[in-house]
């Protein structure tokens, strides 16, 4: 068998192994993303029936399903996309913040040092979604 031949072979089957490979990772993929999509929407359902049969919501349980809200968006935009929205993660994180911030003052009645550095890092996180929300174009690198 002379060279040439053998680099054609070589490449019919990396070709091969790779659509095998790429079509394992999609589904892989998918099937992720399902699963995280429907464990959302269960600890969702599970939050959302503790406060029916607690016969109320708290504000820390209703920005709790905001956070589910959020994750589920994301899950959303991810399948469409193939993109992870960094936004999201950091709403989450602000809205997960905030939730702390509430649970505290009704837990302690009082505003201390720990609300200060949440608020601050509620803050910085609020500013970093405006530094991400519009990537730089590119006549701004010329």
Known sequence: MDSEHFEQVHQRWKSRVDTIGNLLIEIFH??????IGA????????AYGGMMLQ???????ILLLFIYLELGAMVGIY????????????YIAITALARLVIADVQAHHEAGMGMLWVSAAILLL??????????????EYH
Request: with cysteine; hydrophobic share 50%.
């Open 55 to 61: 016969g109320h919501a708290t504000i820390g349980d």
């Open 79 to 90: 399948f469409k996309t193939n993109a992870m929205p960094v936004r999201c993660l950091i």
């Open 30 to 35: 998918y099937l992720a993303l399902f699963v």
């Open 126 to 139: 609020a500013i970093a979604t405006r530094v991400i929300r519009k990537p730089p174009s590119e006549s």
């Open 39 to 46: 464990s959302v929407v269960w600890s969702g359902v599970i």
